[in-house]
């Protein structure tokens, strides 16, 4: 499909676009020659790039000012182009991205411009299969939190932005940041940028006091489209022809023209139909991947079961038998909650093996970008968790991968009636004690130990540290952040793991043995700071193990364990 065809029935389904006559001409070289003034201070500029509509309509202002200003006769300051790999995004959308960028790098090299390019991640342990497989959150659910969007996009860019403004020091003017918002996307928006005081002819500043432009606050969607379609019929020089993004968009809204269906979309209920991550459940229904599916099954097929993955997950929601019961914390009666928490053990194990599976599916079935949520890196995340939280015996997900690689595949089910919202069951409390960590012996010491480690301290072992609580723990080497390395997970795989799993995948062991062990070998490294969060988190794991609360536990036989009883949830037990 031509990109000039998905604009060919804007007049007809919406006559008032063409009445307005929009000077959209006017309003891009009024966007251009606000960013030249800036770059002619000298100003480096960073573009903050998702590969959307207005964030390519900024991005080609942002050369075509730079372009001008070098063929004026002048330098330009660098700019650095930021963009966020959440690694869970829809394939579709990271492949636009990665396409456009590397045109965005081909323009700057041709006019010479000075482009830097900076795709940021998610950290280890706050990406998807790692947090939520890994049993340490919950997914985002059309009701609930949304804390993805912090950890998967707002924490990534500002880590970025950092690394970003450590290069451009050095230069007589401070970097500026050029972001695509527009007050006309919704009420809220209008509000928002209002109070932020955000400018489109001059800069403005954040919180933190960083310049910062908006050349398009003041366009609609009706002049960005415009605008991105005079740059695909080569009436302004352009790093692109958009010809890509145009696609994506129209097939995102069963193939309608993209103008009309952007407009509607702006219309309705927030995220209605949405482009961005396939594991989001901020919306019941991922109507953009649907319709995408439906205009093209053979182009878009892959993404069917990556979607089929995400229905579960979000059909799940209400459904509290696949919850964990048995409370993270002990308060400081000695009381430890049983309430419906993150999912279950066994539901994060049924999560491991559907989401192996849809990643091959899709890989096999030809998406244009490797789906990969989960790697090596983040399966070893996950059973470092699970042994840390005693949740299984030890090596039980490369256990479950090794399985997956020899056949046992399984499909995640499509739920067809599910579970009717209702209260979270807040069943009672076990009653723990303040004591509870004293029933470990000498020969094997609780938390963060390893007396077969400790015996080397003198050569290439660990020393012991003692926390604020009087604990005393391996004093390990840390990183800036958690950390699975890739070589050495690889090695562990390759010649450890069988034997690993033979010797040690037993209930008559402490399962919390498989996080020592990765430890011990380097496969992982714990984050700055993150050692005493471990010990205690081991402690008392291994707690539950001489209480027999270890593992997936039944909500029945939790209520007989209780101290105290929410009379409230009595009709859920009768």
Not at 219 to 228: F, G, I, K, N, R
Not at 411 to 423: C, D, G, K, T, W
Request: charge should be negative.
């Amino acid at each position: 499909m031509h990109s000039d065809d998905l604009f060919s029935d804007v007049g007809m389904i919406h006559d008032e676009c063409v009445e307005r006559s929009i000077d959209q001409a006017g309003s891009a070289k009024a966007a251009v020659d606000v960013l030249r003034r800036i770059m002619d201070e000298g100003h480096p500029l960073q573009l903050q790039f998702s590969g959307g509509k207005d964030s390519s309509a900024c991005a080609n202002l942002v050369l075509t000012a730079a372009r001008e200003v070098i063929e004026a006769g002048s330098k330009t300051p660098p700019i650095f182009v930021c963009s966020a790999d959440t690694g869970v995004e829809n394939p579709v959308v990271r492949s636009l991205a990665d396409h456009e960028l590397q045109k965005m790098k081909v323009y700057a090299n041709k006019h010479g411009i000075v482009l830097h390019v900076f795709v940021g991640r998610p950290t280890l342990s706050a990406s998807y299969a790692p947090r939520i497989i890994g049993g340490r959150a919950l997914p985002p659910f059309p009701v609930g939190r949304r804390d993805c969007t912090t950890d998967w996009k707002i924490a990534v860019s500002q880590r970025v932005s950092r690394q970003v403004r450590s290069l451009s020091t050095g230069y007589e003017k401070p970097l500026v940041t050029v972001i695509g918002t527009r007050a006309s996307e919704s009420q809220a928006r209008m509000i928002n940028t209002a109070k932020r005081k955000e400018r489109a002819d001059g800069l403005w500043f954040g919180p933190d006091g960083d310049a910062r432009l908006s050349p398009v606050l003041h366009w609609s969607t009706d002049q960005v489209w415009e605008y991105l379609g005079e740059c695909a019929a080569g009436l302004h020089e352009s790093y692109s022809d958009f010809a890509d993004l145009i696609e994506f968009y129209s097939a995102a809204a069963g193939g309608e023209c993209v103008v009309v269906a952007d407009m509607r979309q702006g219309q309705g209920s927030p995220c209605g139909a949405r482009s961005g991550c396939w594991v989001c459940g901020a919306v019941q229904n991922d109507t953009s991947v649907e319709n995408m599916i439906q205009s093209d099954p053979a182009q878009y097929g892959y993404l069917e079961p990556l979607l089929r993955f995400r229905n579960f997950v979000v059909n799940s929601q209400w459904d509290w038998s696949l919850r964990n019961y048995l409370g993270r914390t002990i308060d400081e009666d000695g009381y430890m909650p049983v309430k419906a928490d993150q999912f279950s053990p066994q539901m994060c194990e049924r999560l491991l093996r559907y989401l192996l599976t849809a990643q091959d599916q899709a890989n096999a079935m030809g998406s244009p970008v490797r789906v990969n949520a989960i790697g090596v890196r983040e399966l070893f995340a996950i059973d470092f968790y699970w042994s840390v939280r005693a949740w299984h015996p030890p090596f039980h997900a490369i256990k479950v991968y090794l399985e997956h690689e020899r056949g046992n595949r399984q499909e995640a089910p499509v739920l067809i009636n599910p579970v009717r919202p209702s209260p979270v069951p807040e069943v009672g409390r076990i009653y723990v004690g303040r004591d509870w960590d004293e029933g470990s012996s000498a020969l094997q010491p609780p938390g963060l130990r390893d007396p077969v480690w400790e015996m080397f301290s003198e050569s290439c072992g660990p020393n012991l540290r003692m926390g604020t609580q009087g604990n005393v723990f391996l004093e390990l080497d840390e990183l800036p952040e958690f950390t699975v390395d890739e070589e050495g997970a690889c090695m562990f795989l390759d010649f450890e793991a069988e034997e690993a799993i033979r010797r040690y995948h037993r209930e008559d062991v402490d399962w919390t043995s498989a996080a020592s062990i990765y430890l011990r070998y380097g496969v992982v490294t714990l984050g700055s700071g993150q050692s005493s969060g471990i010990d205690n988190m081991i402690r008392r794991s291994q707690w539950l193990q001489r209480m027999g609360l270890h593992g997936q536990q039944d909500v029945t036989s939790l209520r007989q364990r209780c101290a105290t009883l929410n009379p409230t949830q009595e009709p859920l037990f009768a």
